[in-house]
């Protein structure tokens, strides 16, 4: 029986960063307050001009290819998770595709908010299980800057860009994306969305008046279900292939907010150093930051740890992802 290993990954970063101390020159914040509470001290912010998620998607890509010999012609499809698209249409992915010389292959995207990288890879895990299939890059590429409010106190200390990529390839050995959980509850819309930009209200003086193109979000509501939804997701994916929380070597969650990633650690009983966190330094990349701290920290995985995935995003949207690591 084929299963989908993860063979290869590679991220980008921008260069230039957006200290705690920057940010208490932008709105009535501090350090202190931001650390306290999120546990972020910096985040990165792509500056080039006329670039999006798409440029930093390409930079990821190339790099992936480049370390792991892959050709281009031979990637069958690119699927891209992100929640900042260069354009309503075409897809981000698209765009990547052919930044990266990838001319043979299909390529869509997801959004599934902060949960795209793992439904995404739930995705290129069945394309490859299928046989359809046999080189699958996932790419996540968040521009969160782009909507960000930096006017917001409460919002514009969370989020940072970045861009991560994986392939996929398969193997007929027990190892790779063995199980993924994934649940849905959409009375979270009014909780987490950015209100303006779709067809429900479309772009006018009066949205972008009122500052409506950017994330809204009411912090508590999120915290609440981010922790609950993430054990229980994590729970459920651990029982489903019978195996505990002993049995784990790294838990890698979603690096949505220090405080979240604690509590949910600890109501797993996970020990603190199997738990990857990254986001002191990123803040929230959405999609994207999931892959981000897997590469972080590769050199630490080795081939047959037990490795669990979670995350939680706006819709709501969640789920948990149980993986035996392949490199």
């Not at 765009?95 to 739930?122: K, M, R, S």
């Not at 292939?241 to 049995?247: I, L, R």
């Not at 070597?249 to 990857?276: C, M, S, T, Y």
């Amino acid at each position: 029986m084929l299963n989908a290993k993860i063979s290869g990954i590679a991220s980008f970063v921008p260069d230039f960063k957006l200290t705690n101390d920057d940010l208490s020159k932008m709105v009535d914040t501090n350090d202190e307050w931001i650390t306290t509470r999120v546990g972020i001290k910096e985040r990165r912010i792509l500056k080039e001009p006329n670039a999006g998620s798409s440029y930093m998607g390409i930079k990821a890509v190339n790099k992936l290819i480049a370390e792991t010999g892959v050709s281009a012609g031979e990637i069958d499809l690119v699927i891209c998770a992100t929640s900042n698209p260069d354009y309503r249409f075409p897809s981000t992915a698209s765009i990547i595709a052919h930044g990266c010389g990838i001319a043979n292959c299909y390529a869509y995207d997801i959004q599934a908010a902060c949960a795209g990288f793992i439904v995404a890879l739930q995705a290129g895990n069945a394309y490859i299980k299928s046989g359809l299939y046999k080189k699958v890059v996932i790419v996540a590429a968040e521009m969160m800057s782009s909507m960000t409010d930096y006017e917001d106190r409460s919002t514009c200390p969370l989020f940072g860009d970045a861009a991560a990529a994986v392939l996929l390839e398969p193997t007929e050995e027990n190892i790779g994306i063995i199980d993924g959980v994934y649940h849905i509850n959409g009375e979270g819309l009014p909780n987490l969305v950015m209100k303006a930009g779709g067809s429900v209200e479309p772009a006018s003086h009066e949205t972008v008046d009122a500052r409506h193109h950017f994330v809204y979000q009411e912090g508590r509501a999120v915290y609440k279900h981010a922790v609950t939804d993430m054990v229980e997701s994590s729970q459920e994916v651990m029982e489903r292939n019978g195996v505990t929380v002993d049995d784990i070597d790294w838990f890698i969650p979603h690096q949505a907010n220090l405080r979240i990633i604690e509590a949910v650690g600890g109501r797993l009983g996970i020990a603190e150093d199997k738990v990857l966190v990254n986001i002191q330094h990123y803040g929230n990349t959405s999609a994207a930051s999931i892959p981000l701290c897997i590469d972080e920290y590769k050199d630490k995985l080795k081939k047959g740890d037990k490795v669990v995935l979670t995350a939680f995003g706006a819709g709501f949207t969640w789920g948990a992802m149980y993986i035996v690591w392949g490199c």
